[in-house]
Antibody, heavy 120, light 107 residues
Framework: EVQLVESGGGLVQPGRSLRLSCTSS????????MSWVRQAPGKGLEWVGF??????????EYAASVKGRFTISRDDSKSIAYLQMNSLKTEDTAVYYC???????????WGQGTLVTVSS | DIQMTQSPSAMSASVGDRVTITCRAS??????LAWFQQKPGKVPKRLIY???SLQSGVPSRFSGSGSGTEFTLTISSLQPEDFATYYC?????????FGPGTKVDIK
């Protein structure tokens, strides 16, 4: 059974940093790209970015709203994907979901999400 | 960036109704379109991938169609557990973009 568990969310002040982790099990982590999607309170879904598998260079893509501030990385030996968030803004407040990218790179399995609140 | 629109933004329907939701892309995306269902307080769930392929375990009353710029999600006979918000996602080009969602509630 595919399982994705996010951790690391919480309350953080504007301008500070936070790192989210996504611990995966139930599949061969290194074979898949991994995505992050967020949802602000009461709003729709927003694709944040993803990281390709090492077989495809382990490169990353980001939404314009987070490019240059957020970095996605992965540790295949631990089956963990990370989302490093720097220079956080109040508008980054959201539930952050980790997801596995399916064969066509759309999210096929999702974690339960972790809430990030950016506030002074 | 590719913009996604959905219509309607909200609708009221009755159990047993046939429901159709439309998603349009600002430029052609071939069949790189997925549909997700999200119930209040719950995690999004993929229903359809590659525009028309049914996710394993999803009831056959859900179907998807379309290619290029116009896509539809159809629920052939709405069930009580189908009241939710539905989102489309284009994954043809970066950044991937979701539609704004269609909320389906009880009439």
């Amino acid at each position: 059974e595919v399982q994705l568990v996010e951790s690391g969310g919480g309350l953080v002040q504007p301008g500070r940093s936070l790192r989210l982790s996504c611990t995966s099990s139930g599949f061969t982590f290194g074979d898949y790209a991994m995505s992050w999607v967020r949802q602000a309170p009461g709003k729709g879904l927003e694709w944040v970015g993803f990281i390709r598998s090492k077989a495809y260079g382990g490169t990353t893509e980001y939404a314009a709203s987070v490019k240059g501030r957020f970095t996605i990385s992965r540790d295949d030996s631990k089956s963990i994907a990370y989302l490093q968030m720097n220079s956080l803004k109040t508008e980054d407040t959201a539930v952050y979901y980790c997801s596995r990218a399916g064969e066509l790179l759309d999210p096929d399995y999702w974690g339960q999400g972790t809430l990030v609140t950016v506030s002074s | 960036d590719i913009q996604m629109t959905q219509s309607p933004s909200a609708m009221s329907a009755s159990v047993g109704d046939r429901v159709t939701i439309t998603c349009r892309a600002s430029q052609g995306i071939s069949n790189y379109l997925a549909w997700f269902q999200q119930k209040p307080g719950k995690v999004p769930k993929r229903l359809i991938y590659a525009a028309s392929s049914l996710q394993s375990g999803v009831p056959s009353r859900f179907s998807g169609s379309g290619s290029g710029t116009e896509f539809t999600l159809t629920i052939s006979s709405l069930q009580p557990e189908d009241f939710a918000t539905y989102y489309c996602l284009q994954h043809n080009s970066y950044p991937f973009t979701f539609g704004p969602g269609t909320k389906v509630d009880i009439k």
